[in-house]
């Protein structure tokens, strides 16, 4: 084990005992996996219009465990997934879907191997995922940002590999939180990717479908109205502030939310035009890395789990890094600072500072990892402070 790997070993190891108070947490108080769960066995019993009823989704999730948490307001083709589940007792279904999960993140870092030409393996990879605290805190509460995570990375495989078509078919899988995925596809779009608009658009119009299909016109009414009431209902579980992105960002700022909303959609379309139409040219993964970056800032609603789509972005800055480029040594020891520092947020309820590693991500990206940028992003994100120098 290189030099290297043995730090990601330690900096994982060192996350675990977060992980397990993560779990004792959630077990005492609720996961949000008790959302899905709660759909999937909604549909089993009631398929139709009702899945996007509150009441009965809080009726239900009382009945099977005792409490009421979380509303279920993604798009009915995911139920394809906790629907068997929800034929399980509620813990072991949610461990099976952990162990799913790291799966998925086993079949995403030999993604990323790929993409980076196996300047970050999949080891390696693996290892720094685990010493990130977003993972830690999806794998606790059950959530599908990892699956999510796995979906881009693919897309973005074949993206690299110039086969746009199959890259935008496979994004289009991705629309259960199509508030990442709609701005990606924004601006390849943008920057003239035609196949890839074809392929994202047959496949996304047939997950639309087959939602349609599964809930009908009343359901999707339903469910665009408990979107609507979920943004403006903390007792729904979401609130701006600990959002990881510019509205997060702009929402501490900016007491108004009137103002503040306009201020993100504003700051947000400048962001997706400026990437959309930059005109220095730039490697086809760096390209798919810049956008979810972007994705990431610009999203309408983001949760800290959310930034494990940002795994793919650092994995292609460490491939990117000039090798022999010295970082500060005792940042290695900072890395652990991240996921202190998510505890120490979680305190005061305000993720919004999270949003400076994303925009620092998208920054050396889009300058092709100088060196003074990447420095920066040591101090910035500093699970970054030890990179694979291929």
Known sequence: MTGTRTEWAVLAATNFPVFVLLVWLGSHRMEDFSAFYTA???WRHFPGTGLYDLNLQMETQR??????????????????????????PYRAALWLWRVVCLGLLLFTC????????RKVNSRDGFLMSLSFFPVLLCLAQGQDSILLLAIICASAYFYASGRDATAGAILALGLFKFQFVLPIV?????????????????????MAAISLAMVRPEG???LAGLIHNAQASTALGVSPTIMPNLRGLLSTIVKTPATANLLTLG????????????????QRPLEFAAATCVATLVSYHMN??????????IALVIAQLRKGEQMVEHLTILAYLSTVAYLLFLNISNFAGYV??????????????????????AFLYPDLSRINRG
Do not use: Q
């Not at 920057?191 to 496949?203: E, I, P, Y």
């Not at 994303?358 to 990892?369: G, Q, S, T, V």
């Open 304 to 313: 800290p789990h959310d930034m494990v789509i940002l795994l793919l972005p």
């Open 186 to 206: 924004a601006i390849l779009v943008l920057r003239r990717k035609g196949r890839f608009a074809v392929g994202f658009a047959a496949v996304g119009s047939a």
């Open 63 to 88: 009945n099977l465990l005792g409490y009421s948490g979380l509303p279920f307001y993604h798009l009915p083709y995911e139920l394809a997934i906790y629907a068997p589940l929800s034929l399980l």
């Open 110 to 117: 030999a993604t990323l191997t790929r993409i980076t030409d």
């Open 267 to 282: 700051a947000s379309v400048v962001l997706v035009l400026a990437v959309g139409f930059a005109r220095r040219p730039v």
């Open 356 to 377: 400076l590693p994303a925009a620092a991500l998208l920054w050396i990206l889009m300058r092709k990892a100088a060196v003074a940028p990447s420095v920066v992003c």
């Open 220 to 222: 999707v009414s339903r």
């Open 40 to 42: 999937g066995f909604l």
